[in-house]
T-cell receptor
Framework: DAGVTQTPRHEVAEKGQTIILKCEPV?????LFWYRQTKIQGLELLSY????????DGGAFKDRFKAEMLNSSFSTLKIQPTEPKDSAVYLC???????????FGPGTRLLVL | QQQVRQSSQSLTVWEGETAILNCSYE??????FPWYQQFPGEGPALLIA?????DKKEDGRFTIFFNKREKNLSLHIKDSQPGDSATYFC???????????FGKGTHLHVLP
């Protein structure tokens, strides 16, 4: 089984740009999570989907961050407009419904100038 | 109520020693506690996990000790190796509400 795939692995954006990060979960997994990881804040949940339905949208991240799950095997995270404080690693994870273990992708490292 | 705290940001041990990483939580609804290991440039990967009905879980050199009454747990890494140098995250999950909270991680350095 292929693990969680994330593209691109690295992204550099100018302030104000729109960027879209992509994630393919483990085949057959029903739950998908987007996290932001920084040294100071650790792992922060941005969005959580169960069977393509948005269960949690991360509260404070709502205004410029939008995650979508168009089908069960593909999700995007759009940041619009980007700000330098968005520089972080963005991680996607998936899990099988009824299982509690999350499987993480390698992450996308975003740098906003 | 939702916080998960890892007591050390960083821990250094010598090769062959036992590394002990501590974690505490506040919400008594949490009932599943995975530990994740993360190497630079990679996503976190599940290392070992325990359910709140148990007080100990062992897998090779890795053991979790869990104290439900005190709301804390620890990860013991026996016979630490330089290859164990990584960041370790404690997580707490309420499996009924599907809430998951991660600690901020402990960076373990194992010196040869």
């Amino acid at each position: 089984d292929a693990g969680v795939t994330q593209t691109p692995r690295h992204e550099v954006a100018e302030k104000g740009q729109t960027i879209i990060l992509k994630c393919e979960p483990v085949s057959g997994h029903n739950d998908l999570f987007w996290y932001r990881q920084t040294k100071i804040q650790g792992l922060e949940l941005l969005s959580y989907f169960r069977s393509k339905s948005l269960m949690e949208d991360g509260g404070a991240f709502k205004d410029r961050f939008k995650a979508e799950m168009l089908n069960s095997s593909f999700s995007t995270l759009k940041i619009q407009p980007t700000e330098p404080k968005d520089s972080a690693v963005y991680l996607c994870a998936s899990s099988d419904r009824g299982q509690d273990t999350q499987y993480f992708g390698p992450g996308t490292r975003l740098l906003v100038l | 109520q939702q916080q998960v705290r890892q007591s050390s940001q960083s821990l250094t041990v010598w090769e062959g020693e036992t590394a002990i990483l501590n974690c505490s939580y506040e919400n008594s609804a949490f009932d599943y506690f995975p530990w994740y290991q993360q190497f630079p440039g990679e996503g976190p990967a599940l290392l070992i996990a325990i359910r709140s009905v148990s007080d100990k879980k062992e897998d090779g050199r890795f053991t979790i000790f869990f104290n439900k009454r005190e709301k804390n747990l620890s990860l013991h890494i026996k016979d630490s190796q330089p290859g164990d140098s990584a960041t370790y995250f404690c997580a707490a999950i309420d499996t009924n509400a599907y809430k998951v909270i991660f600690g901020k991680g402990t960076h373990l350095h194992v010196l040869p």
